[in-house]
């Protein structure tokens, strides 16, 4: 009898013991939390200097205005019909002085608008990159005299 009482005593302690490790292993449960978070937005208005030079290339005019001094280069191409994807986006979006010119390379520039002074150029880069998040990296080219 004492044998059984032991066993049974054992068995309890064992079942006891294993019980209490499943117990220590889980894992407290979240509690939620409302939160609420105020943001506040502000428009920033920066005026760019220029990051470099204006690259100078030797282009040809191949679609659109003719070219001045200074034009506002939003993408380069490869292939020239990418290039007049482009030109037409642009057009529709109110670009009317557009121009796609290519250079000696090969690479079509495709301009959303040309200029004979730098400054005014250089301003509308700067309106350019701020007013459409798309052509954030427009830069200046300087067409160069064959």
């Avoid at 609420?36 to 191949?62: A, G, I, M, N």
């Avoid at 191409?77 to 090969?106: C, D, H, K, P």
């Amino acid at each position: 009898m004492k044998n059984g009482i032991l066993v049974l005593l054992s068995g309890c302690l064992l079942m006891a013991c294993h019980s209490q490790r499943k117990m220590s292993n889980r894992q407290p449960v979240p509690i939620p939390v409302e939160v609420t978070l105020h943001e506040t937005v502000r428009d920033t208005v920066v005026f760019e200097e220029p990051t470099e030079p204006v690259k100078s290339e030797t282009v040809v005019r191949t679609h659109g205005n003719d070219l001045m001094h200074y034009c506002i280069i939003v993408g380069s191409f490869v292939y020239e019909q990418n290039a007049v994807n482009l030109r037409n986006s642009l057009i529709g979006q109110g670009f009317l002085g557009t121009s796609i010119m290519q250079n000696e390379q090969g690479m079509y520039r495709v301009s959303a608008a040309c200029d004979n002074s730098w400054q005014d150029a250089w301003n509308e880069v700067c309106r350019i990159r701020s007013r459409y998040p798309q052509f954030r990296d427009a830069w200046l080219l300087e067409v160069k005299d064959k």
